[in-house]
Structures are given as C-alpha cells and as structure tokens.
T-cell receptor, first 114, second 114 residues
Framework: NAGVTQTPKFRILKIGQSMTLQCAQD?????MYWYRQDPGMGLKLIYY???????DKGEVPNGYNVSRSTTEDFPLRLELAAPSQTSVYFC?????????????FGQGTRLTVV | AQTVTQSQPEMSVQEAETVTLSCTYD???????LFWYKQPPSRQMILVIR??????QNATENRFSVNFQKAAKSFSLKISDSQLGDTAMYFC???????????FGAGTRLTVKP
C-alpha cells in the first residue's frame, strides 16, 4: 500500500530550466492537490483536481501547470524555473472534497532553483 | 481572503505536561472547517484534529483537544500528557465549506523535552 508517491525527493534546477514533479496515488482518490511550503510558512495550494480531466487553480498557480489524464497521476510542471520557486512541494490526495477526508500526503519534493 | 495566524513560532514543554498552541483566523464566512496538522521531521503531514464551525462542542481526539471560540475567531490546540513523539511542527488550517482551498498558518515548532 504505497499511498501517495512523489518523485524526485530532491532536485536542483538552474534558472530557466523546466521539470515535472511526479505524483501518483494508488487509493483511487478523486481529489488531488499540489501545495508548496516555503521556509517558516504554512502550505499554500498551487493547483488541485477533483477528477481525471479536471483541474483548477489554487492560491499560488503562477509559474506552474498541471494535468490529470488519469485518476492515479497528477504531475506538476515548472516551465521556466525561477529562484522564487525554491520550496518544498507536497502532493496530497483525498477520497472526498475535503483534505481531512481520508487525506494522505506525499513525502515532499525539495526543489532548489539556482 | 481568509488568513490564519499562529503567533508562537516555537514552544517547548516537558514530557507529561500540558501545552496549548494558539491560532486565530480571519473570515467573513459562517460555515467553515478548522484543522490542526502535525508535521514531524519526516515532513509527512498528519491530521490531528478538525472542527466544524457549526458545532459548538469542542473536538477531542485522545490527548488532543481544541478550544474553539467562534466569536473571537480563535482555535487553540491543547496537548495533554505530552510525549516525545509529539515533537513536530503544528499547523493550524482553515477551509470554507464546500471549498478545496485550505489556508494554513505559518506553524508552531513544538519540542517536547524529556
């Protein structure tokens, strides 16, 4: 029972590079989320999805893109990395519309943009 | 916009004693949810306790309880009989009813000392 799996765990990017953060869950959850956590701060919602083919912006979507072609996968794409995107990124999934409903978080991806 | 404030960046408590973490929030909504999440060094986010705003009774989960003061927009977490495993960052979070955008406070780092 893997839960929510994020890859990679760590990554260093140069300014202007692109990358995709992978997130997969094996619990058949409809709802998936991407958060970022800056040092000394709480989590901020980047994008979320309520099901395959449906995505929506959260609080801080600029500079990111997402897709949800399957129920299991919810990748987050950074097209032109900037130092402001240095953060820890968390993917989460839940059965219902609220994060507390059987909510599971991944272990996080620490991204540094230099 | 909703904001969540945790005014205590760091706290410490002796093992077996009781500690209270503070949280205030700002909203014009009447229906909403409040949460406390624990983030241990593993970075995993773990739901500790939740409270529905329409419920007057304070939520309790084993050693964890809240003091919910709706008029004052206050939502403190009390940890009784503190254990070494309670050492973690604790985040207070707010979510409007039927909304997937959860807003987090900056967190309180709790250290339980033996």
């Amino acid at each position: 029972n893997a839960g929510v799996t994020q890859t990679p765990k760590f990554r260093i990017l140069k300014i202007g590079q692109s990358m995709t953060l992978q997130c997969a869950q094996d619990m058949n959850h409809n709802y998936m989320y991407w958060y970022r956590q800056d040092p000394g701060m709480g989590l901020k919602l980047i994008y979320y999805s309520v099901g395959a083919g449906i995505t929506d912006k959260g609080e801080v979507p600029n500079g990111y893109n997402v897709s949800r072609s399957t129920t299991e996968d919810f990748p987050l794409r950074l097209e032109l990395a900037a130092p402001s995107q240095t953060s820890v990124y968390f993917c989460a999934s839940s059965y219902g519309p609220r994060l507390d409903t059987e909510a599971f978080f991944g272990q996080g991806t620490r991204l540094t943009v230099v | 916009a909703q904001t969540v404030t945790q005014s205590q960046p760091e706290m410490s408590v002796q093992e077996a004693e009781t500690v209270t973490l503070s949280c205030t929030y700002d909203t014009s909504e009447n229906n909403y949810y409040l949460f406390w999440y624990k983030q241990p060094p593993s970075r995993q986010m773990i739901l500790v306790i939740r409270q529905e705003a329409y419920k007057q009774q304070n939520a309790t989960e084993n050693r964890f309880s809240v003091n919910f003061q709706k008029a004052a927009k206050s939502f403190s977490l009390k940890i009784s009989d503190s254990q070494l495993g309670d050492t973690a960052m604790y985040f207070c979070a707010f979510m409007k009813h039927n909304n997937n955008d959860m807003r987090f406070g900056a967190g309180t780092r709790l250290t339980v000392k033996p």
